[in-house]
């Protein structure tokens, strides 16, 4: 069994060291703080001299979704990474890759908003990135690492669930994940696949064999014909039931004696794993739910902790946005409150120890 090195290393560079490691083909994409180091981390490595991964830095961030939408087109396994205004601009080519079924991955180290705000961290691109930021009805597999070795095992799979799929996966960090800095230790080399390989794992994608072994296959989301459309519509439907069968995935932190609970995501899921900590040190019986999946949304466990619990406090940095789906999933059935903070401000452990007291008290 290979033994693996434990290395220090920021979330953005480790995001970029498990894409030269998992056989990634490309990256494309466009320096904006608080992500930049992914593609510098890449630059630096030089990985088109060792693996023959393409590395380039696209005229903008409208241009790299596209160039992910053609590189997963031809079934590569292609990537990009921004932070919230580039993301932004992205909309449109996620709904294309969404509707023509096209696999990548796309990496949002979150900042601040609205429009160009802050370069300070942020949670506030949740409902554009589980609800589809684009147009029409689609989804992206969304993962929501809380630590850099996270960011690392994550790429990987997301580029499994985004193959299995055929549907974009999205990994949705924030500044505070990227640029922190832990130990990690990075996934183990495999290769790039093989243009015989794309061809048997991805016998839909555009390869230039259409001509000789193949009908041609055609990459695309428009259809003009609506009895046709809304077959593919309903087609795409099945397939999000199948995730949300199968994907779900969560850490649970003491709730099994839980009279009250948190429930947060990513680098806000940590500090409230320090402020659960102080109130269980107090005698206090207080658990944590994170979701791991942002999309698909663990709703049926929710539902069923919401049965057990006195009340729940969902801790995001924003105005309010996971707590909408937490209530839906708990079907209102216990007091829900949110506690946040705006405009790149990190809450502090003891503001969710008071929001939670709040909470008890009503």
């Known amino acids: ?8 290393m920021k979330g953005n560079e480790a995001i970029a060291h498990a894409a030269i490691r998992c056989g990634c083909d490309g990256y494309f994409g466009y320096p904006i703080t608080p992500q930049s180091e992914v593609l510098e981390t890449l630059a630096a490595e030089k990985p088109w001299e060792t ?3 393409v590395v380039v830095q696209a005229e903008s961030e409208t241009a790299s979704i596209n160039m992910i939408y053609g590189g997963g087109g031809c ?3 292609v990537m990009t990474s921004s932070s919230s205004p580039g993301v932004a601009l992205m909309q449109e080519g996620l709904a294309y890759m969404a509707g023509a079924e096209v696999p990548g991955l796309i990496v949002n180290v979150q900042r601040g908003g609205p429009g160009l705000g802050t370069i300070q ?5 949740y409902n554009q990135a589980t609800r589809g930021g684009g147009n029409g009805d689609y989804h992206l597999i969304v993962l929501a690492p ?3 070795q ?7 799979l997301a580029f499994e669930l985004s193959f299995k799929y055929r549907n974009p996966a999205m990994i949705l960090s924030d500044g505070v994940i990227g640029q922190m800095m832990e ?4 996934p183990p080399f495999k290769p790039r696949r093989t243009e015989e390989e794309i061809m048997k794992e991805c016998p839909w994608a555009a390869t230039g064999n259409g001509l000789k072994s193949r009908k041609p296959n055609i990459i695309t989301s428009l259809e003009l014909q609506s009895e046709v459309m809304e077959q593919r519509n309903l087609h795409l439907q099945r397939k999000y039931k199948e995730i949300q069968e199968k994907e779900v995935r969560y850490e649970a932190q003491h709730c099994e004696d839980a009279d009250y609970v948190i429930v947060a995501f990513g680098s806000a899921s940590r500090i409230s794993q320090k402020a659960m900590d102080m109130m269980r040190e107090r005698g206090e019986k207080v658990g944590l739910f994170r979701p791991i999946t942002l999309w698909p949304f663990p709703e049926k466990e929710i539902k069923d902790l919401a049965k057990r619990v006195k009340g729940i406090l969902v801790v995001e940095i924003n105005a309010g946005m996971m707590v909408f789906d937490v209530r839906a999933a708990a079907e209102y059935s216990v007091p829900i409150e949110q506690f946040g903070r705006l405009g790149g401000i990190v809450p502090d452990p003891d503001e969710i120890v008071e929001a939670m007291e709040k909470l008890k008290n009503k």
Do not use: I, Y
């Open 183 to 186: 130990k990690v230790v990075l």
């Open 146 to 148: 809380n630590s850099v």
């Open 1 to 8: 069994m290979e033994e693996r090195e434990v290395l220090l």
């Open 75 to 77: 079934g590569k396994r």
């Open 150 to 156: 996270e960011m690392a095992d994550f790429v990987d």
């Open 121 to 125: 961290p942020s949670q506030s691109d």
């Open 51 to 53: 693996t023959g991964m």
